[in-house]
């Protein structure tokens, strides 16, 4: 059998076992709002190379996938309100949404979340996820022309010269701060190529069952058949957030990037440094909108054909929330991160008072670990594992940060209660109950 028909076989049967799993597991629905008119879109889950139109459809598939739950499949806003739980803020906009516990995996509500949908540099974070645990950050790297080859038109940019040398954790700041397609290509070119790297980020995304996602670019520039899913997003910053350099770098506000090298006016060579600030508006702020109080990063895109897209995670009163919105209607200034706050809100309220309708999966092939051993803080997770044995010990913080109560500070580390999150030693998944996230950071005024 052809490699390209054993992987589509192998991918669809994951899904259907997936999906077997969720409907035994889910409960009833209830509170379901009215689904929207359905396309005759296939069902996503039945080709590994899906495609998307340079304009996506402006109506959900009538079959979406069902991974993590029967009730994420269906169209429309899925949500069940127990006693004193706030209704879902009415004026969201956007065509996919999903609100879940970073920790327990619980989905609280959610929109259209297997819809595949352009991610935008959102998919950067399956880049650093696959990537991130392969490099010390203290690498040095200079680069070559082709390095720089294939980006795309109009690309963002963190300003990258050729014969210029670069630390990783440079470029990695690069990548998360300003979304800079020409730090993912460095990287990738370090991978052994753009080629090599979309086929690793295909795999992971498999690896962690986030099947509604396609790889053809490595940095989420538009390109045909390019698409994932507000579910996949959501697991996707998940197991990004288990790495210790992903926490910290999705969560630094500003950092110093190296310049390009000139003669002074004494002839005499020197490089200079200018500043770089994440484009995350509710880590960031804006005129128009504020830093999001106890937000941790995570990602934004924003092209033509995806619009705008976003994950964040959000920790207020020892729990820990991630949201994911995909392009929202209203093209309001920031509308992304208004919505996502209106969710992070609506989440932080409704918590416990909601009947999960769905759960982030874990990875494939993960099995559960002993839970009445596994000790908060008892072991690292996999990216800080990994990363220690690799030079990539935790960087001094390069701004200051943002807390609910405004008070001035330095990052602070929390040790969120639970056991292990997931060990990758040697390809093997141990997966507990819970995924806490430890050294999660919070921003501080």
Known sequence: MPAPMKQTVRRSLLVTAASLTSLALTAPASLAAPSPSPSKSPSPSKSASPSTSASPSATPPATMSTVGGARLGQAGTQVALAGGAPVVPKDLTARSWIVADAESGEVLAAHNPHWRLPPASTMKMLFADTVLPKFPRTTQHKVVPKDLAGIGSGSSLVGIKENETYSVQDLWLGVFLRSGNDAVHVLSSMNGGVESTVKEMNQHAEELQALDTHVVSPDGYDAPGQVSSAYDLTLIARSGLQKKDFREYCSTVTAKFPGETKKNK???????????????????????????????????????????????????????????????????????????????????????????????????????????????????????????????????????????DGSRGMWTALGIAGGVLVLLAGGAYVVNRRWPLPDLVRRRR
């Open 266 to 404: 004494k002839g005499k060579k020197v490089r200079s440094s200018f500043e770089i600030q994440n484009t995350n508006r509710l880590l960031a702020g804006d005129y128009d909108i504020s830093q999001y109080p106890g937000i941790a990063g995570v990602k934004n895109g924003n092209t033509t054909n995806a619009g705008a897209t976003f994950t964040g995670v959000a920790e207020r009163a020892g729990r820990v929330l991630l949201v994911t919105v995909m392009n929202p209607e209203k093209s309001d200034h920031n509308e992304v991160y208004k919505e996502t706050a209106k969710l992070f809100d609506w989440g932080f309220a409704a918590a416990g008072k909601v009947t999960p309708v769905g759960e982030l999966v874990p990875p494939q092939g993960a099995a559960p670990s002993a839970q009445a051993s596994a000790q908060p803080g008892a072991n690292p997770s996999s990216g800080e594992s990994a990363q220690a044995g690799r030079g990539g010990g935790s960087q001094q913080p390069v701004a200051s940060a943002v807390a609910d």
